[in-house]
């Protein structure tokens, strides 16, 4: 069962920008660092970014440093991806889940984001 369900997937031109949302689907645990990944059609999950509680620890793989920003709201236990300046090698569906990964994770429906003229 999914612990998150995502939002704020859609289509896109190259160049363009999303913003993506994560919110608990029920009442949620204190996940100390939360994460965003993506799966490519046909491709595993990539780690794309995570953040820590207080938001002053960030990662992001190569690829998107410099045009996504993680973020996240604890008291509303939500967490945001800003996608900026997007590529078509950006084309995925977006989930979010803790990081790291239990051995066995459970996604949710993610959210999908297809950028493309």
């Known amino acids: 069962q999914a612990q998150f369900v995502e939002s704020g997937g859609g289509l896109v031109q190259p160049g363009g920008s999303l913003r993506l949302s994560c919110a608990p689907l029920e009442r949620a645990a204190n996940h100390y660092f939360m994460a965003w990944f993506r799966q490519p059609s046909g491709k595993e999950h990539e780690l794309v970014a995570n953040?820590?509680?207080?938001?002053?620890?960030?990662y992001y793989v190569d690829s998107v440093k410099g045009r996504f920003t993680i973020s996240r709201d604890n008291s509303k236990k939500e967490t945001y991806l800003q996608m900026t300046s997007l590529t078509p090698e950006d084309t995925a569906v977006y989930y979010c889940?803790?990081?790291?990964?239990?051995?066995?994770?459970?996604w949710g429906q993610g959210t999908q984001v297809m950028v493309s003229s």
């Open positions: 889940n803790t990081f790291p990964l239990p051995q066995t994770p459970s």
């Open positions: 953040i820590n509680w207080s938001g002053d620890v960030t």
